[in-house]
């Protein structure tokens, strides 16, 4: 166990994720399986042929799992590149040692983006004239050559040159300097919705602009199209590269792509309960008392919070795993603690964990339902945790 002098230094880091034994399991805190993450890896990459590469998404820091930790169990486990949002999580991956070829998402538009993307030899998303022109005037200066990916918006309508102007596109980038296109790629609006219409228009749309880019002689070394959804639902999508987000992590984009692969959650949510007690009947249960007690009530208080990122619009909706049972959450949410109604399990104790998102014993509560009570998506909640929890890494 760690001693409290040495809680700052580890605490410095943000996002790191220590080993089971160096943190303090005193409040609340994240698990990570890295067993569930190499087995998710190793199950999507059977899905896989031989000419297409997994890009494992590690944007907003690793879908909340810690990025730099899931970089390196995902990369032992077969992932050959890394994807991120902003610039600034590649230089944390870079920071941290990590040396796969690292895709930024995001758009980059000034000269000192530029310098940081070159420095830390990240590969940059173009999608637009302007944008290329910028890093070719800046790495010119520089002396330096970057790979670059071209963006085509066939449908988002996110980042992107029109599928329409690929070719005038491609070709303005291949006469400029210090720029070498490493791969042209799209990405898909519904790839998670069971009717494919938009999505073949999509795909339709991407082999059109393909087409015309082989034909004018640009044609690119790579291609790629598929988030987890498109990887699960169609192997026409895969092509050389497949960029997998929520799937390594466990979780279904939709109840359909459920038999597509074996999957676990890669994330366990678990908090403390700090305190137990009678109230009497009638008693109103946190602030603005959403929840008044109609009989005397043996309630548990448990230290996480909103500012956790246990949404506040759970309050009195929320289910706990305690002792393997399912309990309701009463009142509202607070920013760092919550209240349980614990009359099932009445000689819980303050020191035991409560399971938010996660199993114990027979019982499970994932993302998924977090999400339908909410009316959001899964990713959502994921990104949720904060820093602010500590990630502990476990092997089961
Ligand atoms: C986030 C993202 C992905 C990963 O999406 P998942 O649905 O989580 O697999 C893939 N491609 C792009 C462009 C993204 O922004």
Redesign the pocket.
């Known amino acids: 166990m760690l001693s409290w002098e040495q809680l700052p230094a580890l605490l410095a880091q943000p996002g790191q994720i220590a080993s089971a034994q160096q943190v303090v399991r005193q409040r609340a805190w994240v698990e990570i399986s890295d067993r569930a993450l190499s087995t998710n890896v190793r199950h999507l990459r059977q899905l896989l042929g031989p000419q297409t590469d997994l890009m494992a ?1 590690v ?1 907003a820091d690793a ?1 909340g799992h810690g990025a730099l930790k899931v970089a390196q169990t995902v990369l032992a486990a077969g992932a050959s590149w890394l ?1 991120v ?1 902003t610039l600034q999580e590649g230089v944390e991956l870079r920071a941290g040692g990590i040396e796969a070829p690292i895709l930024l ?1 995001g758009a980059s538009n000034t000269p000192e983006e530029v310098e940081a993307i070159a420095r830390w030899k990240l590969q940059p998303t173009l999608g637009a004239v302007q944008q290329a022109l910028v890093f070719s005037e800046t790495l010119a200066a520089l002396g330096q050559t970057l790979p670059v990916h071209l963006k085509l918006d066939t449908g988002m309508s996110r980042l992107g040159t029109l599928w329409t102007d690929a070719v005038g596109f491609g070709r303005f980038v291949a006469q400029l300097p210090n720029l070498s296109v490493a791969s042209v ?1 799209s ?1 898909l609006a519904t ?2 919705d069971p009717d494919p219409t938009i999505a073949r228009q999509q795909h339709r749309r991407f082999t059109e602009a393909i087409g015309a880019l082989r034909a004018a002689n640009l044609a690119p070394p790579r291609l790629h199209l ?4 498109a ?1 699960l639902s169609d192997r026409a999508l895969h092509y050389d590269l497949v ?6 992590y466990g979780l279904y ?1 939709a109840a359909h792509l459920r038999e597509a692969v074996a999957l676990r959650p890669v994330m366990q949510v678990k908090a403390r309960v700090t305190q137990v007690k009678t109230i009497p009947a009638g008693s109103g249960v946190s602030y603005g008392h959403l929840f008044v007690t109609d009989r005397p009530l043996r309630v548990a208080v448990v230290g996480i919070g909103y500012a956790d990122g246990v949404p506040r619009n759970l309050s009195n909706r929320l289910e706990v795993l305690l002792r393997g049972q399912r309990v309701r959450q009463i009142g509202a949410i607070a920013m760092d603690q919550l209240m349980l109604d614990v009359d099932a399990v009445p000689d819980v104790q303050a020191g035991e964990t409560a399971v938010l998102l996660g199993t114990d014993g027979n019982a499970a509560i994932s993302a998924d339902e977090w999400a339908q009570k909410l009316g959001t998506i899964s ?1 959502e909640i994921l990104c949720g945790f904060k820093h602010r929890l500590p990630r502990v890494s476990t092997t089961d």
């Open positions: 998404v944007k879908y994807a949002a998402l790629y990405h790839a998670d598929a988030n987890s959804a990887m960029r997998v987000g929520l799937a390594l984009p990713w």
